[in-house]
C-alpha cells in the first residue's frame, strides 16, 4: 500500500512542477496547491501506514499508531490553506492592477516574433 502513495505521490509532484513552470499565475497557483498535497502523501507515507490502538498508555494494547505524522499533516494544511489564499488574493489583485496573469507580459519581456 505505501509503494502505491509514493507513485501517487511522485504523479503529484512531476504534475505541480509542470503547473508551476508554465506563465499563467493561476496555473502556478494550482501547482503550488497539488505539491502540498504531494508532500501530505510523502508525511503520510513516512510515517509508514500501520493501524493501532490510539496512543493512550493502556492496559493489553500492544500496538500504537504514531501521533506525529498526523499532527504534522494537520500543521501542512493550515499553512497550506494560508498560503493558497494569499497567493489568490495577490493573483487577483495583479490581474486588476496590470490587466494580464502572464508572467512575461508582467516583466515587460517581449515576446519573440
Known amino acids: 500500500m505505501e509503494i502505491i502513495i509514493i507513485i501517487l505521490a511522485g504523479i503529484l509532484v512531476g504534475a505541480s512542477v509542470y503547473l508551476m513552470l ?7 497557483v494550482v501547482g503550488t496547491n497539488i ?7 510523502m508525511v503520510l507515507s513516512m510515517g509508514q501506514l ?3 490502538s490510539i496512543p493512550v ?3 493489553g494494547v500492544e ?3 504514531d501521533p506525529l505524522p498526523q499532527a504534522m499533516l494537520l500543521t501542512v494544511i ?3 490553506f494560508a498560503l493558497t489564499a494569499y497567493m489568490l488574493v495577490v493573483a487577483i489583485r495583479t ?6 496573469d502572464n508572467v512575461e507580459e508582467m516583466k515587460g519581456v517581449p515576446e519573440d516574433d
Do not use: F, N, P, Q
Open 50 to 52: 500501520k493501524r493501532g
Open 22 to 28: 508554465s506563465k499563467s499565475v493561476i496555473r502556478i
Open 78 to 80: 493550515v499553512i497550506s
Open 63 to 65: 500496538s500504537y499508531a
Open 35 to 41: 505539491l502540498t498535497h504531494a508532500i501530505l502523501l
Open 95 to 100: 490581474y486588476k492592477e496590470l490587466g494580464t
Open 57 to 59: 498508555l493502556e492496559d
